[in-house]
Every structure is written in structure tokens, then in C-alpha cells.
Antibody
Framework: QVQLKESGPGLVQASETLSLTCTVS????????VSWVRQPPGKGLEWMGR???????DYNSALKSRLSISRDTSKSQVLLKMNSLQTEDTAIYYC???????????WGQGTLVTVSS | DIVMTQTPSSQAVSAGEKVTMSCKSS????????????LAWYQQKPGQSPKLLIS???TRESGVPDRFIGSGSGTDFTLTISSVQAEDLAVYYC?????????FGSGTKLEIK
């Protein structure tokens, strides 16, 4: 069955770079699109960006200058890197996937990232 | 960016009652070429990841109970739960996928009396 699992550091210092990994199973990254969505504690959802099944990427313009999404198909992993972190980047980070690029059929459990000043 | 506005922010209903919640977009989500509305609804239960309920404004995902009904077109959309169950306690989000950045509403929190 389709599964996505996020991993990475739970605590990052302000101004540093966040690296998260989404490991998927049950589907191929060359068939499914994968997005990253984040949610500050107690708040709503924000789409960060995606890597399409063909390998192209799209980013939220609000984050584009700080964000990079890539993948390693041999490891079934999607990688997120975001630099210059601030305390307002504290959030649960979800990876999501699906056959459609534009909505989110499958979700990981999420990983909480706290940015410390 | 397309702004999604959800109302109310929260509401409390008794089990068995009907509930409706609204989602309005700052521009039309109806694509003229295919006559489809580019809107999805999600349910997020406490402590869980969101779950996709509805796409194309009214198409339920497989396994979603038929008490969840999506409707609307253009800029005005509604999620109706025809007979609320205790397990429907959650925050409900709409999402537009007409244009990037993909954007969500701020959510409607459903509480059970």
C-alpha cells in the first residue's frame, strides 16, 4: 500500500538549513507527484512545493528563494532543503503524494520541526 | 495568489444533525475548457494528518461516507455533512488547485455537542 514517511531533525537553530527526507513505498516516484505541506502548531496548511513525476519542480513563491526539492528515485526518497530558517518556520512538515499533482491523496504522518533562536 | 476564505471558523452540532460549511475563493475555480471546479476538501482529525475527502468540488474519494457532500461552482463552495457522527470531529479545509501556489482555507473546526 502507499506509504510516505518523513524524517529529519526535530530541532534546528535559526539561520541554519533544514533538511528533510520523505521515504515512500508502494509506488514509484516516476509515477506519482510528491508535495511538501507544512502546518504551524495550531494553524492551517501551507503548500510549499512539489516535484512532479517527471522530475520538474514548482515552488510557492513565498518560499522559492529558500527552498529546494529534489529526489533520489533509486532510494524512493524526496528531499527538502530550506535555508535561513526563522522561528516562524516551526511547523509540522508533511510529505504528500498522488497520481495528481494538484491535490493530496496520500499523506505521511508528519514531522515536527522546531526552530530555536 | 488565490485566497480561500472558510466560514464559520468553528461550529458545534449534535450527532445526527446536518451541518454545512462554506469556502469562497478570491477568483473563479471553474475552468471553462472542461467545466470542472478545481477544489478539494480535506478532513483533519485531532493529532492526525489531513485526509482527502473530495476533489473536483463534488467527487468523493473511494471509501468516504456518502454523508459528505461537496457542492458549488465558481467562487462559492459548500461541504455538507448530512448526518454528523461523533467521529466527524475534525477541522475541514478546502484547497484550490486552479493555480499555483496551491492554497488552503483557514479551516472550519467541527465540534460535537
Amino acid at each position: 500500500q502507499v506509504q510516505l514517511k518523513e524524517s529529519g531533525p526535530g530541532l534546528v537553530q535559526a539561520s541554519e538549513t533544514l533538511s528533510l527526507t520523505c521515504t515512500v513505498s508502494g509506488f514509484s516516484l516516476t509515477s506519482y507527484h510528491v508535495s511538501w505541506v507544512r502546518q504551524p502548531p495550531g494553524k492551517g496548511l501551507e503548500w510549499m512545493g512539489r516535484i512532479r513525476s517527471g522530475g520538474s519542480t514548482d515552488y510557492n513563491s513565498a518560499l522559492k528563494s529558500r527552498l529546494s526539492i529534489s529526489r533520489d528515485t533509486s532510494k524512493s526518497q524526496v528531499l527538502l532543503k530550506m535555508n535561513s530558517l526563522q522561528t516562524e518556520d516551526t511547523a509540522i512538515y508533511y510529505c504528500t503524494g498522488g497520481l495528481r499533482a494538484n491535490w493530496f491523496a496520500y499523506w505521511g504522518q508528519g514531522t515536527l520541526v522546531t526552530v530555536s533562536s | 495568489d488565490i485566497v480561500m476564505t472558510q466560514t464559520p471558523s468553528s461550529q458545534a452540532v449534535s450527532a445526527g444533525e446536518k451541518v454545512t460549511m462554506s469556502c469562497k475563493s478570491s477568483q473563479s475555480l471553474l475552468y471553462s475548457e472542461n467545466k470542472k471546479n478545481y477544489l478539494a476538501w480535506y478532513q483533519q482529525k485531532p493529532g492526525q494528518s489531513p485526509k482527502l475527502l473530495i476533489s473536483w468540488a463534488s467527487t468523493r474519494e473511494s471509501g468516504v461516507p456518502d454523508r459528505f457532500i461537496g457542492s458549488g461552482s465558481g467562487t462559492d463552495f459548500t461541504l455538507t455533512i448530512s448526518s454528523v457522527q461523533a467521529e466527524d470531529l475534525a477541522v475541514y479545509y478546502c484547497e484550490q488547485y486552479y493555480d499555483t501556489p496551491l492554497t488552503f482555507g483557514s479551516g472550519t473546526k467541527l465540534e460535537i455537542k
